[in-house]
């Protein structure tokens, strides 16, 4: 995959509507009255959270699908620098520190170890960060910060055992091809356990629903760790090492921490003391039709469509409730694609009268583990679900 720095530009502008937005906006909050839009190389025009590096959030119609397309996929980069070209011919994925055998893979030698495929939602820890109150800083993500593909490559246990993993191992890091526009700029490398490391369903992908990496999404290669948040799932994956030691660089013992309250809640007038570092993933639904807002005749059936997910138990059932939530409604639940994918919900709703109505949607997965109806807050705006709603009008 080659693109050149002129390519990239003229992609990120390209569009009706596109806006490219002040050179160090990384930092800051985009308004959400704005609405910047972009077409970015690959993508289709995209709702623009942060320029530099890029953060587009998936259209929600997008989300009325099985698999997210990857031309409308989100996107979420942590520092300035990052890849635009990226030649196959020199590109090696290393393997080093604790292990019997260092390699140098060539994408030619993953794809001869194996083809493993798992269908998983990549989520951003701040999906629905703009939704919290009190406001929090970080990207102003408002529901579009996931998605959901069939991811195709070769299990990490499988690379692991090849290098062979020595006894004194405890985590693996992993590292990408961004750098930060200063060398002070701690690098994006991100940990897991070795056990979780070692489970199946981690994988180190070049395939994304059949087709390469987007270069946005990661290409050649990305780390996959389904049903927990995107943080870990390292982008342009170039390294790979097994410690000995807990790794205690910034974005592992600084970042991406939360309180270890249920769902990571802490009252904004007394901070929890506590932090851990995110992981899995919690329990959502959402609906995908109709549109907010939309109007439908009484008496008559209104389709509804949804998504559900968790962290990787499974969603038991999914409840819609047209009165306050004083009865729900269980729904149809679609194919089931795997214990980390998005789960479809269907049901014809019949309004009984004219008026306006608040739907609200609730999974629960097959651990119990629902929605809350009041969404929680912690400091950094990660985490959110709540009963999600949806305004419809009768008429």
């Not at 700029?185 to 087709?211: C, G, I, R, W």
Request: glycine share 8%.
């Amino acid at each position: 995959m080659r693109m050149t720095r002129r390519d990239w530009l003229w992609g990120a502008t390209a569009g009706v509507g596109a806006t490219l937005l002040p050179a160090g906006c990384s930092r800051r909050a985009v308004p959400a009255a704005a609405e910047p839009m972009a077409r970015f190389p690959g993508k289709v025009p995209m709702r623009v959270v942060n320029d530099r590096p890029p953060c587009l959030e998936t259209p929600w119609r997008s989300f009325r699908e099985d698999f997210t397309p990857n031309d409308a996929f989100y996107v979420r980069w942590h520092l300035q620098a990052i890849p635009t070209t990226v030649d196959l011919a020199s590109w090696r994925l290393r393997i080093d520190g604790a292990v019997d055998r260092p390699l140098e893979l060539s994408m030619d030698d993953l794809k001869r170890l194996g083809s493993d495929e798992v269908v998983a939602v990549n989520q951003c820890s701040g999906n629905s960060r703009s939704l919290l109150t009190p406001r929090v800083s970080g990207a102003q993500w408002k529901n579009g910060a996931m998605g959901n593909a069939r991811w195709g490559g070769v299990s990490l246990a499988t690379l692991l055992r090849r290098a062979g993993i020595k006894a004194d191992a405890v985590q693996v890091t992993f590292d990408g091809l961004d750098e930060g526009p200063l060398s002070s700029v701690p690098d994006f490398v991100k940990a897991l356990s070795l056990d979780q490391a070692l489970q199946h369903e981690v994988t180190v992908t070049y395939a994304m629903n059949n087709e390469p990496l987007p270069g946005l999404n990661g290409f050649p290669a990305r780390l996959v760790v389904p049903g927990w948040y995107a943080t870990y799932w390292v982008k342009a994956l170039h390294r790979i090492t097994v410690l000995p030691k807990v790794f205690d660089g910034y974005w592992m013992a600084k970042a991406y921490k939360l309180p270890s309250t249920p769902n990571g809640n802490e009252d904004p007038r007394h901070l929890a003391p506590d932090l851990v570092p995110i992981s899995r993933l919690n329990v959502r639904s959402f609906f995908t039709t109709p549109d907010p807002s939309a109007t439908t005749p009484a008496g008559r059936p209104c389709p509804l469509d949804g998504i559900a997910f968790d962290g990787g138990s499974g969603i038991r059932v999914v409840e819609v409730s047209a009165d306050d939530g004083r009865t729900w409604v269980a729904t149809e639940l679609g194919n089931d694609l795997g214990r980390f994918s998005f789960r479809r919900w269907r049901l014809a709703w019949t309004p009984p009268a004219v008026g306006e109505y608040r739907l609200r949607v609730r999974a629960t997965n097959r651990e119990g583990q629902s929605q809350p109806d009041a969404a929680g807050w912690n400091r950094s705006g990660f985490m959110r679900n709540v009963v999600e709603e949806l305004p419809v009008r009768v008429i």
